[in-house]
């Protein structure tokens, strides 16, 4: 799924790069930054809602009806994330060793 996510924000970026001198009102289209491997949706946007969402790197431009999905794929990396870091606190408390295993955790 990620890398359906970072080859669209790629090509978005080459887009962007192109409207950079353009007024911060005018719009210009990119494509979805959902996960979905099949999407070719295209999104109208203006070059300031560009820049806001490119300000923090873990945003995406999708289409509204992808955002469900997109908010389930993100739901579900917090959640490992979290678990690991339970985990690795667990482990370092108890004075033991980081377990080998967590590292296949994606």
């Not at 979805?32 to 999104?43: D, F, M, P, Q, S």
């Not at 999905?69 to 108890?94: G, K, N, P």
Request: charged letters at 30%; hydrophobic letters at 40%.
């Amino acid at each position: 799924m990620a890398t359906n996510e970072a080859a669209s924000r790629e090509i978005n970026e080459q887009v962007e790069e192109a409207h950079e001198l353009d007024p911060p009102g005018r719009r210009f289209q990119i494509a979805c930054e959902c996960a979905l491997t099949t999407c070719g949706r295209v999104i109208t946007i203006t070059v300031d809602e560009y820049r806001h969402v490119r300000m923090d790197p873990r945003q995406f431009a999708v289409v509204p009806e992808h955002f469900p999905q997109m908010l389930s794929v993100e739901t579900a990396r917090w959640a490992v994330d979290a678990a690991r870091r339970v985990v690795e606190e667990f482990h370092q408390r108890a004075g033991r060793e980081r377990p080998d295993w967590l590292d296949w955790v994606a």
